[in-house]
């Protein structure tokens, strides 16, 4: 359907991935990475790499430069963040980011935009309720800075999109899977089990998908999403206690002993985080990670899958193939 593709985010673990499948079916991609990003090795031989920030409209002309009505852009970019106090740049990734992506694919009449939303994006239904898509999005509706900024960012695509830019956007719920590079949460974790670091879990559970389903609904979407639409790309809902009860199973590693109510995990959240801060090391346990793990995770991918032909794989499948990969390069 395009003959060009433009992917923001393409060094990071659903950017990756995405560039890596478009470059198998043999696909012309222009890669943005960030100027010095030594993970621009990882991306295949043939893709056209330019180097530009989101965040900077100003940096982002070599990378838009061949963009035209054959070109569909992807924009994966965007920063994550659990941390009580993620500071100003969270908000210029995702949001001014966006804002930019968008403005210049209007400029050069891109011929499809498809952002990389998430879940956190959509307003929390009643405990036991199950989510699925909406067209209204505010950050007063949802809790946490990172979900502000998806959901500010989201309404900025779907604005564009009523104003005549074919934009669909796409909500992932908590990526997860192999070749997770930069470690996200739930790979530190299987590392602190490894190590013999988490002697305790947390109740709770979430939504988990993995990285590679999500990156096959990008790429049906990106032929077969509706203009202003938008698609959940959830998988299963799995509980801590089941994904470390999996992972012992699979490690052949100590049980975890206890698991501590999501209640008393909120109280000894912010010095878990504080302690990590003055280690040095990436937070993993913080009151934003534990109000997900508390909160409603069940979403319903059955739009995905009706419109898209969205299928994903059981999360067990996903958990050995992760497990493997970390033991594979040393983590675990």
Request: positive net charge.
């Amino acid at each position: 359907m395009f003959t060009n593709y433009l992917v923001t985010g393409a060094t990071g673990f659903l950017g990756l991935t995405v560039v890596r499948m478009l470059a198998a079916r043999g696909e012309h991609v222009t890669a943005l990475v960030l100027k010095g990003d030594a993970s621009a090795a990882r991306l295949p031989a043939g893709v056209r790499v330019s180097c530009g920030n989101v965040a900077d409209r100003d940096s982002l002309a070599d990378f838009f430069s061949s963009c035209d009505e054959q070109t569909c852009v992807i924009h994966c970019a965007g920063m994550i963040s659990i941390r009580t106090t993620p500071g100003k740049r969270l908000r210029a990734i995702n949001v001014t980011g966006t804002a930019n992506i968008v403005a210049l694919c209007q400029a050069h009449r891109a011929g499809k935009l498809i952002y990389v939303s998430s879940v956190h994006a959509i307003p929390e239904a009643k405990k036991g309720a199950v989510m699925a898509e909406t067209t209204a999005f505010s950050p007063q509706a949802v809790s946490g800075p990172y979900a502000k900024t998806k959901a500010e960012a989201t309404a900025l695509v779907l604005a564009a999109a009523k104003n005549g830019l074919n934009a669909c956007v796409v909500h992932p719920s908590g990526i997860v899977g192999p070749e997770d590079y930069n470690l996200g949460s739930i790979s530190s974790m299987i590392i602190s089990y490894c190590r013999g670091r988490l002697p305790l879990g947390v109740e709770g559970g979430y939504d988990f998908v993995d990285v590679r389903d999500v990156a096959s609904g990008i790429l049906a979407c990106c032929e077969k999403g509706v203009p202003g639409e938008c698609y959940i790309l959830s998988s299963e809902y799995v509980s801590i206690r089941t994904l470390l009860g999996r992972l012992q199973a699979e490690s052949r590693g100590k049980r975890v002993l206890a698991f501590v109510p999501t209640v008393l995990a909120k109280i000894l959240s912010p010095f878990a985080e504080g302690f990590s801060l003055l280690r040095r090391e990436k937070p993993c346990f913080t009151p934003c990670s534990v109000a997900v793990l508390a909160s409603n995770g069940h979403f319903s991918h059955a739009k995905a899958t009706h419109d898209l032909g969205y299928s994903p794989r059981k999360f067990a499948d996903t958990l050995r193939d992760t497990f493997r990969w970390l033991r594979e390069k040393g983590y675990c």
